[in-house]
């Protein structure tokens, strides 16, 4: 299985920009699709983006759209995550996933096998 691991995360004002990334060892970050998730405290885990093996596709959560965008770099093993206009209810801990990549475009946590540790972010008001 993949290992992940989050940086990036921090504090932020709200209106500000953050960018996380994933770094991938262990297998090849090109066999996976790969998302990203986050839990805001006292709620349960949410879909964010999803991106395919190959970087072509992607899909959003409402709430982030036009404002997220996830990227990849196969070469480097690593996911990206811009983040712009940051709000409050942005806040959570961030978690990148691995799956199989014919998984497709999937938003379905239970598609995604390998998880970081996750990497917090707080926007401020």
């Known amino acids: 299985q993949v290992q992940l691991v989050e940086s990036g995360g921090g504090l932020v004002q709200a209106g500000g920009s953050l960018r996380l990334s994933c770094t991938a060892s262990g297998r090849t970050l090109s066999d996976y699709v790969m998302g990203w998730f986050r839990q805001a405290p006292g709620k349960e885990r949410e879909f964010v983006a999803t991106i395919t093996w190959d970087g072509d596709h992607t899909i959003y959560a409402a709430s982030v759209k036009g404002r997220f965008t996830i990227s990849r770099d196969n070469a480097e093993n690593t996911v990206y995550l811009q983040m712009k206009s940051l709000k409050p209810d942005d806040t959570g801990v961030y978690y990148c996933?691995?799956?199989?990549?014919?998984?497709?475009?999937?938003?379905?946590?239970?598609?995604?096998?390998?998880w970081g540790q996750g990497t917090q972010v707080t926007v401020s008001s």
């Open positions: 996933a691995g799956g199989h990549w014919a998984a497709g475009l999937t938003d379905d946590p239970a598609e995604f096998r390998s």
